[in-house]
């Protein structure tokens, strides 16, 4: 059950302590091999083996680290050598072969994360890294896991092979059938592979990386042997390397991609360097944030005809890019503040009729987030609606986007605490597409003062130029394939 432990115990032999903690959002550390005793743990592959732990953040990696390993009697001393092993400047290498074939958004999630890094003052470079290539082959090829792994069940647990998953007995049985000189040819190439290692990190501190390159699979997607083995291969990608090269490594949450699932940032160093790695890994002290706390989430909607392939939005007024010299009229979605009790469901809707005179007659949920994230807790569920036929007394929905479409959210001027007075020119004008003037029939949330702009519409052959009582909007209807660029 998740969080029913601080830390917990693996083995990694491709991947396996660190892609299942990249794919729940934790930390997970891989050790060298021959950094700690593997006695009295069942052998997958005692040439690739080495233990691992998975645990909340790295501040606990390093705690676990130190009670473990026997070189550091205590964890100050730990942390001493950490910080001694920290150069001036770190250079962070990106090997070009572990961010291709990324899906779902997974190496722009990294390349951020390595931008927050370069922020800091880490030095990044591009690199080619043709070992990674070359251990994915011998990968593909069994490597001699499956081998060593097969004799060590047939001798000590004979009975364990009709008991296994089809998924994992088949391969263990493949790698049985290999011959002597199959093995030594991919024992040769292990070898070939640990060697090359120091070249690799050659004007390096450490390397750097997505984890996993694909997003984590749903049960129906590996039930069978042939929907698995794919999966398994590209989940291994850019783990199995650090195996046979003998590297450390240590997975960090990084973020999430497309589907909403943990994305892990693969940092790598040479063989016993896990005190430079963690240092490198490691977090600051407790940092104090002033957070804007408001009642009531926001929700926002994207009114859609797929058949159509254009979406509905409203541009609006805005004083907050008015007082930063910007175009006051904001593009968006219709969205609005939740009343109490109210669902986002129940919101959207309302929010539909009075904004855009729509009536909703599908939703679909794309996502939730935090609009403002690094000083407000406002969250945003957006949802889109989908048009399935035309309401009577209401106008039909025109638009359409896909699921991934990207809407910028509303501005929120009440967030602001300086107080705003602002007197909007005469040439600001609230005509709809069709000359007629839409209003929402709600106030504006100012800081303080209402805005009023005039209407510049031609009523009875000339511009009346009144102050009108309410915020006003403009209604338009745009093809889908102007947002999806």
């Not at 205590?74 to 250079?91: H, I, N, Q, Y």
């Not at 074939?101 to 030095?123: F, T």
């Not at 943990?262 to 063989?271: D, M, S």
């Not at 209604?475 to 660029?485: D, K, S, Y």
Request: charged content about 20%; aromatic content about 4%; proline content about 7%.
């Amino acid at each position: 059950r998740q969080g029913s432990a601080l830390v917990a115990l693996g083995t990694d032999t491709a991947g396996s302590v660190r892609i299942p903690a990249a794919m729940t959002g934790v930390v997970g550390l891989k050790t060298s091999h021959g950094r700690w005793p593997m006695d009295g743990v069942v052998p997958l592959s005692q040439t690739l083996d080495s233990a691992g732990v998975l645990v909340r953040s790295v501040d606990d990696a390093v705690f676990t680290f130190a009670a473990v390993d026997a070189r550091w009697p205590t964890l100050e001393s730990l942390r001493a050598e950490m910080a001694r092993r920290m150069p001036e400047t770190v250079r962070v290498g990106l090997p070009e072969e572990t961010f291709a074939d990324c899906e779902d958004g997974i190496a722009e999630v990294v390349m951020g994360a390595v931008d927050e890094l370069q922020s800091g003052g880490m030095k990044t470079v591009h690199l080619s890294l043709p070992e990674v290539d070359q251990a994915r082959a011998l990968l593909a090829r069994g490597s001699v896991a499956s081998a060593q792994c097969a004799e060590f069940v047939r001798a000590e647990l004979p009975a364990w092979l009709d008991a296994m998953d089809p998924l994992v007995s088949l391969r263990i049985r493949d790698g049985g059938e290999i011959s002597a000189l199959e093995y030594l040819s991919r024992y040769r190439q292990l070898r070939k592979l640990a060697a090359a290692a120091a070249a690799c990190f050659a004007g390096f501190t450490v390397l750097a990386c997505p984890t996993v390159r694909i997003s984590p699979p749903r049960v129906d997607q590996v039930a069978t042997v042939g929907t698995y083995r794919p999966r398994n291969m590209a989940a291994l990608a850019n783990t199995c390397f650090a195996n046979m090269m003998r590297l450390c490594a240590v997975t960090i949450p990084a973020g999430l991609d497309r589907n909403g699932m943990p994305v892990g940032l693969q940092l790598l160093a040479p063989h016993n360097e896990e005190e430079l790695l963690l240092a490198e890994g490691g977090m600051s002290g407790v940092l104090q944030r002033e957070v804007v706390a408001r009642d009531g989430e926001v929700a926002a909607v994207l009114p859609l005809d797929p058949a159509a392939g254009k979406v509905v939005l409203v541009e609006q007024f805005r004083p907050g890019p008015w007082a930063a010299g910007l175009n006051p009229w904001t593009l968006e979605c219709v969205a609005g503040v939740m009343e109490r009790g109210e669902s986002p469901e129940q919101l959207v809707r309302r929010e539909a009729r009075e904004e855009a005179g729509l009536e909703i007659l599908q939703l679909e949920l794309m996502h939730r987030f935090l609009s403002t994230p690094g000083m407000s807790s406002e969250g945003k569920p957006r949802s889109r609606a989908v048009d399935h036929g035309q309401p009577p007394g209401l106008p039909r929905l025109n638009g359409s986007v896909s699921r991934s479409g990207i809407i910028l959210p509303r501005l929120r001027p009440s967030l602001r605490r300086k107080r705003i007075h602002l007197r909007p020119p005469r040439h600001t004008g609230l005509a709809g597409p069709a000359g007629c003037i839409l209003r929402n029939g709600k106030r504006p949330r100012l800081g303080a003062g209402q805005l009023r702009p005039r209407c510049n519409h031609h009523c009875a052959g000339g511009v009346c130029g009144k102050r009108l009582p309410h915020f006003g909007f403009r209604l338009g209807v745009w093809p889908a394939a102007h947002f999806l660029r």
